[in-house]
């Protein structure tokens, strides 16, 4: 047995048989869970209103040193939600917005003259590895020097390449704390921090426009991502954010009380007015938006003129009923976070980790009248499962 390619030889009626052993190949049996696998344990708690509840963290970043106050809500860098305009609305709430890659330097300049306190406390700057991604980064925050977060996003953060170019990116910005991924395992977590990634993106494959979990196989269940990547950040001094499958207020908490120390949605604030694109109203008099995934093929044909021919969309393009004002959105999050709070007798978002008891389940509702509510949101718009089932990418 000295070829490492042989698991044993059996003898069969005097024959020898030889079983090759696969080096490549193995199976974790330990169960990974997602949010539909999970509720969270109700527990003894002090607190009288949900109005007690503090919503807002405050984080000190291992290499920028920087200090970041916010509510730790993210709106996904894709070009159809996280708009300029998306980024007002949500400082209205403390919280904050992954500005898409698309927009030019002079749009940039614009928008920090209009909203300097914004461009400092309520957005990241994204990029990509390719060298035009970081020569706009570059150019941006050159003149733009009130942006203090840079959100550095790849689908596949396990490259070696996209590892080098967040060493690079630190050492070129040092003073910027950095939002590196997406990632889902610990040691990749890890790699990125040590790298000079302040907060990691943790998500493979989670969101509804999101299709690389069907075209290639590859993904990891969102609770059990987030509960190994953020023991392996804050151990390390680092943060994450729970990137994707995020569908509505109860998935947030379970991504909080999962270790996440911020959330990123994508599909939850769509076909708001803030989002980009009309509003299309149907032959029945429904009114939708368009949604999709920026690795759609509607994302690629628009800022590439394609898919290439080495590659398949890994993203899907969606309609999804007009929900008005972001505002409806954000206040139903939070107000569902609030009451998650009080359930286990979290004063803040901040204890919710250490309060939280996940069980599993193998049913999340009721469904006899189904999953729409014919009742009406602040600001009159219908609240229907549409409106409120979508998640991020």
Known sequence: LSQPWLRSV?????????????????????????????????KRSTLKSRAEVSLERRFVMKHSGQTMRCVPVVVANMDTVGTFEMAVAMAEYGSLVAIHKHYTVDEWQIFVQKYPQVAANNVMISAGTGKSDLEKLDAILSVCPEIKTICLDVANGYSEFFVETVSAVRKRWPQHTIVAGNVVTNEMTEELILKGADIVKVGIGPGSVCTTRKQTGVGYPQVSAVIECAD??????????????????????????????????????????ESAGQVITQPDGTKIKLFYGMSSSTAMTKHTGGVAEYRSSEGKTVQVKYKGPVSNVIKDLLGGLRSSCTYV???????????????????????????????LVPGGAEKTNSAISDSKK
Do not use: W, Y
């Open 232 to 273: 392996a950040a804050h151990g390390l001094g680092g943060f994450v954010i729970a990137d994707g499958g995020i569908t509505c207020p109860g998935d947030a908490a379970k991504a909080f009380g999962a270790g996440a120390d911020m959330i990123m949605v994508g599909g939850l604030v769509s076909g708001t007015d």
């Open 345 to 375: 007798g979290a004063l803040s978002i901040k204890e919710v980790p250490k309060r939280t008891t996940f069980v599993r389940v193998t049913q999340q509702l009721n469904t006899v009248f189904g999953t729409s509510d014919i009742g």
């Open 10 to 42: 059996a003898v069969v009626s005097g024959a020898t048989m030889l079983i090759e052993k696969s080096d490549c190949m193995r199976i974790e049996n330990d169960l990974k869970l997602d949010f539909k696998d999970v509720l969270i344990r109700p």
